[in-house]
């Protein structure tokens, strides 16, 4: 070990030593990354990764020992075979590259340590083939045991640097350089301790120490040019790999069709949020917002207008969003919304709420018409409603589904009851599919009388459900119910068919009438509904009415009055229930093609006590007569109601003072239905069913 030692320091020029020893260090740590890099790529990609590795290491190899060699002190004239020396270089280049595809191509469980083998071997053959190409004035003999040591060492720690460089690990490429250079280094000065020159006296030779320093220089430079350019090739290609893994990371948590965050964006940057809320001590708040009509706009205009619509509130969010103020919207689902805000510095949330739902229910123009997208939002806040992530999302949809179910208002915020609700309305909602299932249900109907004769003029058939536990259960509780969890069309399907079954049963030549829901109404198949419940029943479709609110044309005017005109085709009337509760009336009357007009039944409680409501209801009467439409009222209970209709020409009537609903068992026992016998098979006429 001295004896190297005194090699280094004593046979060589230091400077150059370090020269070499830098040069080794950098080659060896771009190798050791190139190298890396091969081992994640595959195909021709591999192939380019892996000269690039062989070509640094070898001019690593081959340029620290050829400026060692110009630093070394021989004592006599030297120089050098060119032709050797070229071999030299080839050979570190090619033994380095069988040695690091061998290493890295992991064939078996050591190939890293017999790939590392085979470059300690290359390193001993340019070694001792420069040194044959080393020409001295003297007499060179070796001592075999440094020179054996030499190929040892290059052996053993090449092929221990390529075992330990190709494990995981963060500093596996630190690793891999540090002992590769030392194998290089080791073999270098240990080899060169085993050379020895007895000097031979010849007149006329002599070596050019300032000659030598130069080219030493010179070979360094290009080394160093060689070993940038792999340099720059891994760095190039690790700033695109990082550019591309960005951009796919991007695309990962990015919405495609509203440039959003997505459903993950949205989870990752909710986890920051509430980290920082907890460290900085401030309140967070979530709205969960979801689209309360955006099923319809896909059924009646299809998909590729819900996606614009989606397109355009996406762009709508983006624009109103101050991020660097902490505010951030995502999309996480179909029609579902999710906003996260932080409440710091004082700002207000109903502020950004406000905002948030002014886009979310501003008009969009699409394809030459005006569509009106609503949206419920839902509010919880952390600390103060949950402490974490999934209950704060849970408490956020709670109050969600709360703003969903209340007309009066789009925005909600979390109630620490709200749990009971939503158990209560869950618990609902599942008996109400067990009621359909074992017959809990059934249809009363109330009468529909001529206001100026008491004549009956029809039913209207009234859905009710006795509950086996909780008694009657009225329908303004379970029918939004049924919309919610998607059950009116079961619902809605029942009673049509019940409604027309028993009216076909009856003498008299009598109307029913029968509410669609909303839901029901813009259902694609509804007018193949009726006419196959006509074809069944046998009822007459002049008899048959279907009564719908203004809510249910609203929203898509088009296709509202293409389902009612088909629906018409049949010979079905059809009336506007709830007159002058909506929107637009007026519009609506003369847009579609109504056959009646039903005045909402607050219009005639307050009738008594406010002259306005009577002026209201002698302008509806006169509206309906001059466009040939009936007008019916709804909820007559006193004589003074009843007159006052009378007096005011109102056609039709219908309220608890006229007759309250009951079962068709019970009309038929007072007499005010009669029904025809049972059909029998024999008879030819069987019920269709």
């Known amino acids: 070990m001295f004896t190297v030692l005194s090699c280094v320091v004593y046979a060589h020029n230091i400077w150059l030593v370090l020269l070499a020893a830098v040069l080794c260090l950098s080659g060896s740590w771009v190798t050791a990354r190139l190298f890396r890099r091969a081992g994640q790529t595959t195909g021709m990609l591999r192939v380019g990764w892996h000269f690039l590795t062989a070509l640094a290491a070898g001019v690593a190899i081959w340029c620290t020992h050829f400026v060692a060699?110009?630093?070394?002190?021989?004592?006599?004239?030297?120089?050098?075979?060119?032709?050797?020396?070229?071999?030299?270089?080839?050979?570190?280049?090619?033994?380095?590259?069988?040695?690091?595809?061998?290493?890295?191509?992991?064939?078996?469980?050591?190939?890293?340590?017999?790939?590392?083998?085979?470059?300690?071997?290359?390193?001993?053959?340019?070694?001792?083939?420069?040194?044959?190409?080393?020409?001295?004035?003297?007499?060179?003999?070796?001592?075999?045991?440094?020179?054996?040591?030499?190929?040892?060492?290059?052996?053993?720690?090449?092929?221990?640097?390529?075992?330990l460089g190709t494990r995981k690990g963060k500093y596996a490429n630190d690793i891999l350089a540090g002992v590769l250079a030392f194998a290089i280094v080791a073999l270098h000065f240990t080899g060169m301790t085993a050379f020895n020159v007895a000097p031979l006296e010849i007149d006329g030779a002599y070596s050019d120490p300032e000659a030598f320093r130069a080219l030493a220089l010179a070979v360094t430079g290009m080394a160093a040019l060689i070993v940038a350019a792999g340099l720059a090739s891994y760095l190039i290609d690790d700033k695109t790999r990082t550019e591309n893994i960005e951009m796919l990371r991007q695309m990962a948590t990015t919405d495609a069709l509203t440039a959003l965050p997505n459903r993950q964006g949205f989870e990752a940057r909710l986890e920051f949020e509430l980290s920082l809320a907890a460290e900085q001590r401030h309140k967070l708040a979530l709205a969960r917002i979801d689209l309360t009509r955006f099923k319809e706009i896909n059924d009646l205009r299809g998909h590729k207008v819900g996606d614009s619509v989606l397109r355009n509130l996406g762009q709508r969010i983006s624009d109103l969003l101050h991020q660097e103020n902490g505010e951030f919207v995502a999309r996480v689902g179909g029609d579902e919304f999710a906003a996260i805000f932080r409440m710091t510095g004082g700002r207000d949330i109903a502020t950004f709420l406000e905002k948030i739902e002014r886009v979310m229910h501003a008009?969009?123009?699409?394809?030459?018409?005006?569509?009106?997208?609503?949206?419920?939002?839902?509010?919880?806040?952390?600390?103060?409603d949950a402490d974490d992530a999934e209950t704060l999302i849970s408490?956020?949809?709670?109050?969600m589904?709360?703003?969903?179910?209340?007309?009066?208002?789009?925005?909600c915020f979390y109630e620490k009851d709200m749990d009971q609700r939503v158990k209560e309305r869950r618990a609902m909602s599942a008996d109400l599919r067990d009621a359909i299932a074992h017959g809990q249900l059934s249809v009363a109907y109330q009468v529909q009388t001529r206001v100026s004769t008491g004549e009956t003029l029809g039913y209207e058939a009234l859905l009710r459900w006795e509950h086996p536990q909780l008694g009657f259960i009225s329908p303004e509780t379970f029918i939004p119910?049924?919309?919610?969890?998607?059950?009116?069309?079961?619902?809605?399907?029942?009673?049509?068919?019940?409604?027309?079954?028993?009216?076909?049963?009856?003498?008299?030549?009598?109307?029913?009438?029968?509410?669609?829901?909303?839901?029901?109404?813009i259902h694609a198949d509804l007018p193949k509904l009726v006419r196959d419940v006509l074809a069944e029943t046998r009822l007459q479709p002049s008899r048959l009415e279907l009564e719908l609110t203004e809510t249910a044309v609203f929203s898509d005017g088009h296709r509202a009055r293409h389902l009612m005109e088909q629906i018409k085709q049949t010979g079905v009337k059809v009336a506007l229930d709830d007159f002058g509760t909506g929107y637009s009336s007026l519009d609506t009357l003369v847009s579609f093609p109504f056959d009646k007009i039903k005045i909402d039944k607050s219009f005639i409680q307050e009738a008594h006590s406010n002259p306005q409501t009577i002026a209201i209801i002698r302008a509806v009467v006169a509206l309906g007569r001059s466009l040939g439409l009936a007008v019916l009222a709804e909820g007559i209970e006193s004589e003074e109601q009843l007159n006052m209709l009378h007096m005011e020409g109102c056609s039709e009537g219908q309220g608890y003072l006229l007759g309250r609903p009951s079962p068709l068992k019970q009309l038929v026992a007072d007499g005010a239905i009669t029904v025809n016998p049972p059909r029998t098979a024999s008879s030819g006429v069987a019920r269709a069913h």
């Open 69 to 163: 060699m110009l630093g070394f002190y021989a004592g006599t004239p030297v120089g050098f075979n060119p032709s050797l020396t070229i071999l030299s270089l080839l050979i570190a280049v090619i033994g380095s590259s069988l040695g690091f595809v061998l290493g890295g191509s992991r064939l078996f469980k050591f190939a890293p340590a017999v790939g590392g083998a085979v470059v300690g071997l290359a390193i001993a053959a340019m070694h001792y083939t420069g040194m044959i190409a080393y020409r001295v004035q003297g007499i060179v003999t070796w001592d075999q045991r440094y020179l054996v040591a030499s190929i040892l060492l290059a052996v053993g720690f090449s092929a221990l640097a390529l075992q």
């Open 363 to 384: 008009p969009i123009r699409l394809e030459g018409s005006e569509i009106h997208p609503r949206a419920s939002l839902g509010v919880s806040i952390y600390p103060d």
């Open 395 to 399: 408490n956020a949809n709670l109050a």
């Open 401 to 411: 589904y709360r703003a969903k179910s209340d007309i009066s208002r789009s925005i």
């Open 481 to 521: 119910l049924a919309e919610e969890s998607g059950l009116i069309l079961d619902l809605g399907e029942w009673v049509l068919r019940t409604a027309c079954e028993d009216a076909a049963t009856w003498t008299q030549p009598l109307t029913v009438a029968v509410n669609l829901s909303a839901v029901q109404f």
